[in-house]
């Protein structure tokens, strides 16, 4: 690939283009990473231009955001309509919610008057709903059709569609009655009626669903594709298994990005800007830091304790890795299984108390653990006791905040994500500090 792309630079400068042409790679993915990976913008202009009109819209969505970005200010408003038109809503309206708003409004106003109205429509529904990823592009039957007349509506509509391997089944007012697979109807009589061999119980979900659940969904059901309809029943479209990957994709990214206390970033790590980078990466650890000190006022109001038993410094570290590695496996788990759906806000109180009881379990093996290895350093049995319950107690107490911080945020529609290792450490940190000294002052009796 690196040689071709030499030979295509070197050929683009001497503008011998035709030779160009022929050396372009026959998969629109490779022309796209082709188109790319040049630095002229003229040249990726040139190169994107010598596409056929029938791949060229194939290479754009295979592009770049930044990539689609640049190209559609540089081209031609008609060669823009023709690309934008042809382009499958789903992939377009990603394209428009990644765009300057000035280049989406010249964008929609470029497009038919039936696709302006299908983009306007769908960006309209919630970003993390089903609504961002449909298409029309679905195969729709009629219940009093017969399967000869089905299988000639397949043959002239379905080459433009997203998939016929389901096709679905509508009555006049457009709801969805009903699925019936491709195989179903080759296989069936001519003469027989799309009522009776469709299936009825069609698994479906609503245009404001959310994408983690309908990713759910096809887990269960191991579909390929999953119709979407209105509060009236009516089916506005299909999502299909690779485009909601692709969007979950993205989530599953800045969901990351958030649980190591990073503010999301836009753009690929070698693409984004530097200072861009700082900044985002930069907040939390400021928020952080200022919590943090919390920290220190608690061990300043302890400091006396601190001089007169000095040993309990030695310790401290212990403590505070133990309580912030037990809240952020707490954490991590109950936003996993609220994201694939193992668990509900409703279920908050079995939650806790599931987590407080494993919390109390671990915590008491620690503490074990905390004794013994308190005594041997220090062969003091007070000290080695009040370091073993403060470190069961601490590891209880983060789990349970672990546990219950996530699901406080998923009730006040905040993304439980939110509540990250660090932040879930850095609270812990404080309750775990305050909670060794005081039972070190019950104990060694300070």
Request: include cysteine; charged fraction near 25%.
């Amino acid at each position: 690939m690196e040689e071709l792309i030499s030979k295509i630079k070197y050929l683009l400068d001497k503008r011998r283009l035709s030779e160009v042409k022929s050396l372009l790679p026959l998969h629109p993915e490779d022309v796209a990473n082709l188109i790319s990976r040049l630095e002229k913008p003229s040249h990726k202009l040139l190169v994107f231009r010598m596409i056929p009109h029938d791949r060229a819209v194939e290479v754009f969505e295979y592009l770049p955001d930044d990539e689609q970005e640049t190209l559609l200010r540089s081209l031609t408003d008609q060669e823009v309509k023709e690309i934008l038109d042809d382009m499958s809503p789903d992939d377009r309206t990603e394209l428009f919610e990644d765009m300057p708003a000035e280049l989406v409004k010249r964008s929609i106003n470029l497009l038919s008057p039936q696709e302006r109205k299908l983009a306007l429509e769908i960006l309209n529904y919630p970003p993390d709903s089903v609504g961002r990823l449909l298409t029309p592009d679905f195969v729709q039957l009629y219940e009093d059709m017969r399967v000869k007349e089905a299988l000639d509506h397949l043959r002239d509509a379905g080459i433009g569609k997203e998939t016929i391997y389901h096709c679905y089944v509508l009555d006049k007012e457009k709801k969805l009655k009903g699925v019936v697979s491709l195989k179903k109807l080759v296989l069936a009589d001519p003469s027989t009626k799309i009522s009776e061999i469709m299936y009825k119980d069609v698994i479906k979900v609503n245009v404001n669903t959310d994408k983690e659940e309908a990713a759910n969904i096809f887990k269960k059901y191991d579909i390929i594709a999953l119709p979407v309809v209105d509060s009236n029943d009516k089916l506005l479209g299909i999502v299909t298994f690779d485009d909601l990957v692709d969007g979950l994709e993205d989530e599953a990214t800045e969901d990351f990005e958030k649980i190591a206390a990073v503010l999301p970033v836009d753009k690929p790590y070698m693409e984004a800007g530097f200072f861009n980078i700082v900044w985002r990466r930069s907040f939390w650890l400021i928020v952080l830091v200022t919590l943090e000190s919390i920290s220190g006022l608690v061990l300043q109001k302890y400091q006396s304790s601190i001089q007169k038993w000095v040993a309990l410094s030695f310790f401290l570290p212990i403590l505070i890795d133990t309580g912030g590695n037990a809240g952020t496996q707490s954490a991590t788990i109950i936003i996993r299984s609220l994201a694939i759906g193992e668990i509900r806000v409703k279920d908050f109180f079995k939650i806790i108390f599931r987590e407080s009881f494993i919390g109390f379990f671990i915590g008491g093996i620690l503490a074990i653990v905390g004794i013994v290895r308190v005594f041997l350093q220090q062969n003091n049995w007070l000290l080695s006791i009040a370091v073993g319950i403060s470190i069961g107690l601490t590891v209880a107490t983060a789990a349970v905040i672990g546990a219950s911080l996530p699901l406080i945020f998923r009730k006040i529609k905040l993304d439980p994500a939110l509540m990250s290792g660090p932040l879930i450490t850095t609270i812990v940190d404080v309750g775990g500090i305050f909670i060794y000294f005081e039972i070190a002052r019950l104990i060694l009796g300070l």
